[in-house]
């Protein structure tokens, strides 16, 4: 990133510079623009929501089912692995207004730009009380950058309680390294 390296494998073949890439399912930018993920994510997400609406429209299904499978199907698509990520306001608040289409949708709600004073813990807090039962007390729709922080608390959780095969304990818990890293640390604060 942000480089122009000439970048050889074993063999010797050199690898072609790009300004952007897929790799492990996520778009690498050699800038690390975080948008140009959550675009890719939002366009490969809309076909899916498309469906949804027409599923919405064409069955006699409540709105309770409807909001769980938007929050099902929708939602874990859009944000599935980006808890590796980091974000910026803007860019969280983009993810989080595609999440509000679903539930405006279904529940009827006009958009913001007629509608301002309605947010989107306002819309979530409609959705929330659709789908409530006295069974479901602990089910709450939450945004989905609320999601991607709660799933960045759990992550190095499961890199400690992973095998040593896991690639990504291996870059983030290297034994090997870890003494090199505590090193750098040191010098650095006696700098």
């Avoid at 623009?33 to 890719?40: G, R, V, Y």
């Avoid at 983030?172 to 890293?181: F, G, I, N, R």
Wanted: charged fraction near 25%; charge should be positive.
């Amino acid at each position: 990133m942000n480089g122009n390296f000439n970048v050889k494998l074993a063999d010797g073949t050199s690898l072609e510079n790009v300004e952007y890439a897929t790799h492990l399912g996520r778009t690498v930018t050699t800038h690390a623009k975080p948008n140009a993920e959550i675009s890719t994510r939002i366009a490969a997400t809309m076909p899916v929501l498309h469906s949804l609406e027409l599923f919405g429209k064409e069955t006699r299904c409540s709105n309770k089912l409807k909001i769980n499978v938007h929050n099902a199907v929708v939602m874990s698509k859009l944000i599935y692995g980006l808890e590796t990520s980091q974000f910026t306001d803007y860019t969280l608040n983009r993810i989080n207004t595609f999440q509000m289409n679903g539930p405006r949708t279904i529940l009827g709600v006009p958009p913001t730009f007629i509608d301002k004073d309605l947010s989107h813990r306002s819309l979530l807090e409609l959705a929330n009380k659709e789908v409530k039962t006295e069974k479901d007390k602990h089910d709450k729709r939450i945004l989905a950058s609320e999601m991607i922080g709660n799933r960045r608390l759990t992550l190095p959780g499961r890199s400690i309680g992973s095998g040593d095969e896991d690639p990504l304990r291996q870059v983030a818990l290297d034994d090997k390294h870890l003494e090199a890293k505590k090193g750098a640390i040191r010098s650095l604060k006696s700098w």
